[in-house]
T-cell receptor
């Protein structure tokens, strides 16, 4: 069965610090997709990135970067030069093409607080 | 393009009542999924509808049901409400295709249900 683990429940940093959010996943499927979502206090889940299991290239988008390593089943998310507006709960999620299709399995989430 | 909309945003009910929540997907999206978010259980998949048919279902009791209309709008219904049904109910839509899909899901702001 699929599983996503975000071991860091809460992280607190000072503005401009770099911060990495960890995500470890388990799946038996060979084709799967990994996602990161941001949930600000308003509650809506905001899509950040989608990565398929065949593409291990790291990705950078502005201050955000993602490191996907199949060898360790990890898909970590780094925010460079954090800002107060980055404060939110961040969720890592997994979708399996063969077994669960559209069903997203979420991790527990990491509460990130960026202090001024 | 307008995002996913959910109504109502907040709802207060008492035990034993039933409730209906509504979701309008992004224009052109044919798949609608529902998730329940609680502090104890996190984000859990309820079900997915595509072309007015339920094609994926999570592990929730039969009190939780849904439907999808020809315009892709969806409703979910919870009958005989219990205190434990208090949660944020999130709806997500995706483009999908005529098969179980792992397309990116875009979420609405959620409906916060409180059961007294």
């Amino acid at each position: 069965a699929q599983k996503v683990t975000q071991a860091q429940t809460e992280i607190s940093v000072v503005e401009k610090e770099d911060v990495t959010l960890d995500c470890v996943y388990e799946t038996r499927d060979t084709t799967y997709y990994l996602f990161w979502y941001k949930q600000p206090p308003s509650g809506e889940l905001v899509f950040l990135i989608r990565r398929n299991s065949f593409d291990e290239q790291n990705e950078i988008s502005g201050r955000y970067s993602w490191n996907f390593q199949k060898s360790t089943s990890s898909f970590n998310f780094t925010i460079t030069a954090s800002q107060v507006v980055d404060s939110a709960v961040y969720f890592c999620a997994l979708s399996e093409a063969r077994t669960s299709g559209s069903r997203l399995t979420f991790g527990e989430g990491t509460q990130l607080t960026v202090n001024p | 393009k307008a995002g996913v909309t959910q109504t109502p945003r907040y709802l207060i009910k008492t035990r034993g009542q039933q409730v209906t929540l509504s979701c309008s997907p992004i224009s052109g999206h044919r798949s609608v999924s529902w998730y329940q978010q609680t502090p104890g259980q996190g984000l859990q998949f309820l079900f997915e509808y595509f072309s007015e048919t339920q094609r994926n279902k999570g592990n929730f009791p039969g009190r939780f049901s849904g439907r999808q209309f020809s315009n892709s709008r969806s409703e979910m219904n919870v009958s005989t409400l219990e205190l434990g049904d208090s949660a944020l109910y999130l709806c997500a839509s995706s483009t999908s295709r005529d098969r179980p899909s792992t397309d990116t899901q875009y979420f609405g702001p959620g409906t916060r249900l409180t059961v007294l």
